[in-house]
């Protein structure tokens, strides 16, 4: 049966390093939760410390109501998908996908049902006799991912799984890794530093930064909302512009842009002083008045075009421009003025807290 996860107040330290400081995280069972950050910022650690490699300085570590911390790794009832695969050379798919079953003992005579079911799953049945050396990446990752939820763990875990692979199998790879823990409802919590295969898989993310939770949220909530500029740089891609903000009362906010660009903003509270603006290039548009630049270049890339876009200050700035909505390009070297809905941006105080609602 799937687990819920429960993590409260982690701590790791390495000597003086501390890894992680205080993490804490409620993840529900049959749930896809992915830690997203770049390296060094503690999530394979966090994801090792709940398998059992690594020790515990300060937390508890829940499986449901089971505490974890002193439990041994062999008694977590986990699978484990690692990125090097770490399937064994010497023996063949099958064999492979049912060591598993058999260091814990299970007869014979139900073990070949449960590969055959989990090798149809992962759609290698074809290949249940091969060597690993005879397999391509994708299909040994295909063997990795069958051998770690045939044992039908309570807990998915799964490092990096897809970083050894070229781009076009890492999307066909994310996309089979999707459709398996939806249909077979395990709780799986899966470490990536890939912040579109974060998107695109999981329920909801955790973005790490230095031992900390920056945000969690859904993948819409992460982009669409984030609630530091770590967050919004770190998803996708994000323009930011330094302002002036006039809000003496939660609600609406006077917000001045370079001088250049008055707009309101819905705030959550009272704040006056500098700020700070991120606007993903979809967010900005061309318009007849607003902040005036100049189009750097162009580039095609089929649903839209992007452009660099140099503001007067010498500040570049990327804007999307989606095909389905213009029917022109414009030229390199054009003068143009640059806006923003100011309900879809996200604004920040001095202190990089957000603002708006």
Known sequence: MSNQVIIQNAVKRYGDFTALNGVSLDIQEGEFFTLLGPSGCGKTTLLRMIAGFNSIEGGDFFFGEKRINDLDPAKRNI????????????????????????????????????VDEALELVQISHLA??????????QQQRVALARAFVIEPSVLLMD?????????????????????QRRLGITTIYVTHDQEEALAISDRIAVMKDGHIM????????????????????????????????????????????????????????????????????????????????????TFLG?????????????????????????????????????FDPMRISLYDKSEEVLSL
């Open 79 to 114: 699978g484990m998908v690692f990125q090097n695969y770490a399937i064994f050379p010497h023996l063949t798919v099958r064999e492979n996908v049912a060591y598993g079953l058999k260091a814990r003992k299970m007869p014979a005579k139900e073990i070949k049902p449960k």
């Open 129 to 138: 006799d091969r060597k690993p050396n005879e397999l391509s990446g994708g």
């Open 160 to 180: 990096e799984p897809l970083s050894n692979l070229d781009a076009k199998l890492r999307v066909q790879m994310r996309s089979v890794i999707k459709k398996l």
């Open 215 to 298: 945000q969690i949220g859904t993948p819409r909530d992460i982009y669409a909302k984030p609630q530091n500029p770590f967050v919004a740089g770190f998803i996708g891609v994000s323009n930011f512009l330094d302002c002036e903000v006039n809000a003496p009362n939660a609600g609406n906010a006077a917000v001045s842009i370079k001088g250049e660009l008055d707009i309101t903003v819905p705030v959550s509270r009272a704040y006056t002083g500098s700020g700070k603006i991120s606007a993903r290039p979809e967010q900005l548009f061309f318009s007849e008045s607003g902040m005036p630049g100049t189009i750097l270049f162009s």
């Open 303 to 339: 649903d839209f075009i992007e452009y660099e876009v140099q503001l007067n200050d010498g500040q570049n700035l990327i804007v999307n421009e989606y095909t389905k909505d213009t029917t022109e390009i414009h030229s390199d070297g054009e003068q143009v003025h640059l806006s």
